[in-house]
């Protein structure tokens, strides 16, 4: 039996559980997630354990490439964190205006669009802040890496983040560049922002002070067998579907996209356009969202799930 894990890495469904057989479960009853780790031997099929490590309240932080890597990725743990009711903003590094195949698109046009359906889906997801960085789509790295670690340290600071979401920079076979440096740039933010001689300048600014980011969540576009944890998100996965497509100019690029590749590989039109078409994709869409949601789910008797590297920021000592 195959299954397929995200965009196309086939595997069988026994490889699937192998990979994945030191996985916990993240619940989502109560306030606070319950985590859990257990090996393939005494794999429960939900868990509930440990509450955050925070006692605070968990502000989070997503920090992405582009606005919509996350409601892709995680739409459906930020509604669940939302539903739960903690406070979870958004950074995009870039400024997506790359994402076209439209005839007469520019930069500047798909930058005001991007900006428009970032908001309308946060609107959906319940986001507290939308922050855009504005750095080229497509060419972050191009860009002076110490210039994107200090704005994203600036806003950890200024929204006392507790808890950082990204890419994982380590995560295999992303070969995206814009991923790549907006989650190290991201990962070394969180990691320095408590140390105040790192740029003393943002302490200028009323009620910001230095901040210890204590838990870390990584997603990736092959997320396994690095994964930790895998997050039910059966309850919330309509809305991450619902904010998705806000992102009207994305859901036509995928169209375009599917198009393009069907012509690229010598496919008539006329083999495709019965199931795939103008009026039905976005349709599409979220059957897609939902098969892979399905996927991930499956080896834990949970419907839809998402699936992250989790890392908690403890001292070493004392
Ligand atoms: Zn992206």
Same mark, same amino acid.
């Given at each position: 039996?195959?299954?397929?894990?995200?965009?196309?890495?086939?595997?069988?469904?026994?490889?699937?559980?192998?990979?994945?057989?030191?996985?916990? +479960?993240?619940?989502?009853?109560?306030?606070?997630?319950?985590?859990?780790?257990?090996?393939?031997?005494?794999?429960?099929?939900?868990?509930?354990?440990?509450?955050? +490590?925070?006692?605070?309240?968990?502000?989070?932080?997503?920090?992405?490439?582009?606005?919509?890597?996350?409601e892709y990725n995680i739409g459906g743990t930020v509604a669940k964190w939302v539903a739960e009711g903690h406070e979870v903003f958004r950074?995009? +590094?870039?400024?997506?205006?790359?994402?076209?195949?439209?005839?007469?698109?520019?930069?500047?046009?798909?930058?005001?669009?991007?900006?428009?359906?970032?908001?309308?889906?946060?609107? +959906?997801?319940?986001?507290?802040?939308?922050?855009?960085?504005?750095?080229?789509?497509?060419?972050?790295?191009?860009?002076?890496?110490?210039?994107?670690?200090?704005?994203?340290?600036?806003?950890?600071?200024?929204?006392?983040?507790?808890?950082?979401?990204?890419?994982?920079?380590?995560?295999?076979?992303?070969?995206?560049?814009?991923?790549?440096?907006?989650?190290?740039?991201?990962?070394?933010?969180?990691?320095?922002?408590?140390?105040?001689?790192?740029?003393?300048?943002?302490?200028?600014?009323?009620?910001?002070?230095?901040?210890?980011?204590?838990?870390?969540?990584?997603?990736?576009?092959?997320?396994?067998?690095?994964?930790?944890?895998?997050?039910?998100?059966?309850?919330?996965?309509?809305?991450?579907?619902?904010?998705?497509?806000?992102?009207?100019?994305?859901?036509?690029?995928?169209?375009?996209?599917?198009?393009?590749?069907?012509?690229?590989?010598?496919?008539?039109?006329?083999?495709?356009?019965?199931?795939?078409?103008?009026?039905?994709?976005?349709?599409?869409?979220?059957?897609?969202?939902?098969?892979?949601?399905?996927?991930?789910?499956?080896?834990?008797?949970?419907?839809?799930?998402?699936?992250?590297?989790?890392?908690?920021?403890?001292?070493?000592?004392?």
């Open positions: 039996m195959k299954t397929t894990s995200r965009k196309g890495l086939t595997m069988t469904r026994r490889d699937f559980i192998n990979k994945t057989s030191s996985v916990g +479960v993240v619940t989502g009853v109560g306030s606070r997630f319950a985590i859990s780790s257990y090996s393939r031997a005494d794999q429960p099929q939900q868990t509930a354990l440990p509450r955050s +490590v925070s006692r605070a309240p968990l502000r989070i932080l997503v920090i992405v490439a582009h606005a919509d890597d996350m950074a995009a +590094v870039t400024d997506s205006a790359r994402g076209s195949f439209e005839a007469g698109m520019t930069v500047e046009k798909l930058a005001k669009i991007g900006i428009h359906e970032a908001e309308a889906a946060a609107r +959906v997801l319940g986001l507290k802040g939308n922050f855009f960085l504005g750095f080229p789509d497509g060419m972050t790295r191009l860009a002076d890496e110490a210039v994107v670690r200090e704005k994203l340290m600036q806003l950890i600071r200024r929204l006392k983040a507790n808890v950082v979401v990204t890419w994982d920079p380590w995560a295999r076979l992303d070969d995206h560049p814009d991923h790549e440096i907006a989650s190290r740039a991201a990962y070394w933010a969180s990691e320095f922002a408590p140390f105040p001689m790192f740029h003393p300048q943002h302490f200028g600014e009323k009620g910001v002070e230095s901040c210890f980011v204590t838990e870390r969540y990584y997603f990736a576009k092959h997320p396994l067998p690095s994964a930790t944890h895998v997050v039910d998100v059966s309850d919330h996965l309509e809305r991450k579907i619902q904010a998705l497509l806000k992102y009207e100019s994305q859901m036509r690029l995928a169209y375009d996209g599917y198009v393009a590749y069907q012509r690229t590989i010598g496919v008539p039109r006329e083999q495709w356009s019965k199931q795939v078409s103008d009026d039905n994709y976005r349709q599409l869409m979220g059957e897609a969202i939902r098969r892979e949601a399905a996927e991930f789910g499956k080896p834990y008797n949970v419907r839809f799930a998402e699936v992250f590297r989790y890392v908690r920021n403890e001292p070493r000592y004392p």
